[in-house]
Structures are given as structure tokens and as C-alpha cells.
């Protein structure tokens, strides 16, 4: 009898599971997490190297014009810590589309997608004059509490340069 409900179920839960599993995940590679304010915060203020954060979006012309710039400091870099933070959810919440821009643009930065609404009502927990464009970076050096914030499409040199600025 038992062989009968364990067959039973094979039969009838598996397929779900396995459908469950196909589409949860996507979701749960690294590299893609939903994250939450809170823990953008934690990671801003970690111990450690100095952290490049990008605050962008996939439908965002200079975001993505810029992202070379992140992608070779990552790479060339080892010192530095860089984050990409995907600002898509607010407009449209499928985190699949970031993914699969991620995988098309061969990103290999860290990315994450934050998962808010309404960005008024927190970005200036980010930066106080913070206005919300994007893209926007910011450079921090948890070792001694220095920090750069730009808003705007940055130029090849300018992350060595604020990375410059905040190690001094």
C-alpha cells in the first residue's frame, strides 16, 4: 500500500515541484537577488574594501553606456567591492527581464535588484541629495567613513578617481 501513495504522489506532486523549481530559479541564482532596503544598507556599511555602488536600470540609455566602466573595474581590481543595483522593480517588478540582461551584456559584476516601490520615500536613506536620477554612484570607504555620490552618466577615469578621493 505504501508503494501505491508514494507512486501516487511521484506522480501527481513531482510535476509540480519540478515546475516550482524550474521557475523559482532564476530568482535564486546569484548574482540577481531581491534584496530590501534594509540589506542594501548593511552592504553599503559592511566592513571591508572600498564599495563601488550603481544604482541603474535596463531601460536606462546612459546606465548601460556606463556599465563597461564597472564591469573592467571589477575585474581589474581586486581591491575595490562592486555592486549593481538594479533599480528596474519599481516600473516593472518580473526580475527575469534583469536577469536576462545580465546574461545578454555579460555582466560578471554582482548585481541585485531592489526590491522597493515608491523611490521618494527612501532615497535619501541612500544619499541626502540624492534627487532620484539614474544612473547614480557611489563610492564608499567604510575603513575611514569617506563618500562620493554622483548623479549622471560617469566617464572612463572617473571611478579611479573617486576611488582616489574616498582612500585618502
Given at each position: 500500500?505504501?508503494?501505491?501513495?508514494?507512486?501516487?504522489?511521484?506522480?501527481?506532486?513531482?510535476?509540480?515541484?519540478?515546475?516550482?523549481?524550474?521557475?523559482?530559479?532564476?530568482?535564486?541564482?546569484?548574482?540577481?537577488?531581491?534584496?530590501?532596503?534594509?540589506?542594501?544598507?548593511?552592504?553599503?556599511?559592511?566592513?571591508?574594501?572600498?564599495?563601488?555602488?550603481?544604482?541603474?536600470?535596463?531601460?536606462?540609455?546612459?546606465?548601460?553606456?556606463?556599465?563597461?566602466?564597472?564591469?573592467?573595474?571589477?575585474?581589474?581590481?581586486?581591491?575595490?567591492?562592486?555592486?549593481?543595483?538594479?533599480?528596474?522593480?519599481?516600473?516593472?517588478?518580473?526580475?527575469?527581464?534583469?536577469?536576462?540582461?545580465?546574461?545578454?551584456?555579460?555582466?560578471?559584476?554582482?548585481?541585485?535588484?531592489?526590491?522597493?516601490?515608491?523611490?521618494?520615500?527612501?532615497?535619501?536613506?541612500?544619499?541626502?541629495?540624492?534627487?532620484?536620477?539614474l544612473p547614480s554612484t557611489l563610492v564608499i570607504n567604510p575603513n575611514n567613513g569617506k563618500r562620493k555620490?554622483?548623479?549622471?552618466?560617469?566617464?572612463?577615469?572617473?571611478?579611479?578617481?573617486?576611488?582616489?578621493?574616498?582612500?585618502?
Amino acid at each position: 500500500m505504501k508503494e501505491f501513495y508514494i507512486l501516487n504522489f511521484l506522480q501527481t506532486m513531482a510535476p509540480k515541484f519540478l515546475l516550482l523549481a524550474f521557475i523559482a530559479l532564476p530568482l535564486a541564482l546569484p548574482g540577481q537577488d531581491l534584496i530590501k532596503l534594509p540589506e542594501l544598507q548593511n552592504a553599503i556599511h559592511e566592513a571591508g574594501p572600498v564599495k563601488v555602488i550603481n544604482f541603474w536600470a535596463t531601460w536606462c540609455a546612459p546606465c548601460v553606456k556606463e556599465m563597461p566602466y564597472f564591469e573592467k573595474l571589477n575585474q581589474e581590481n581586486k581591491n575595490v567591492k562592486v555592486l549593481l543595483v538594479s533599480m528596474d522593480y519599481d516600473l516593472d517588478p518580473n526580475p527575469a527581464k534583469v536577469k536576462k540582461f545580465v546574461e545578454r551584456k555579460k555582466i560578471l559584476s554582482k548585481v541585485v535588484i531592489l526590491q522597493e516601490e515608491n523611490p521618494n520615500s527612501w532615497i535619501e536613506k541612500i544619499d541626502k541629495d540624492w534627487g532620484g536620477a539614474l544612473p547614480s554612484t557611489l563610492v564608499i570607504n567604510p575603513n575611514n567613513g569617506k563618500r562620493k555620490f554622483v548623479q549622471g552618466e560617469l566617464k572612463e577615469g572617473d571611478l579611479e578617481k573617486l576611488i582616489a578621493e574616498v582612500s585618502q
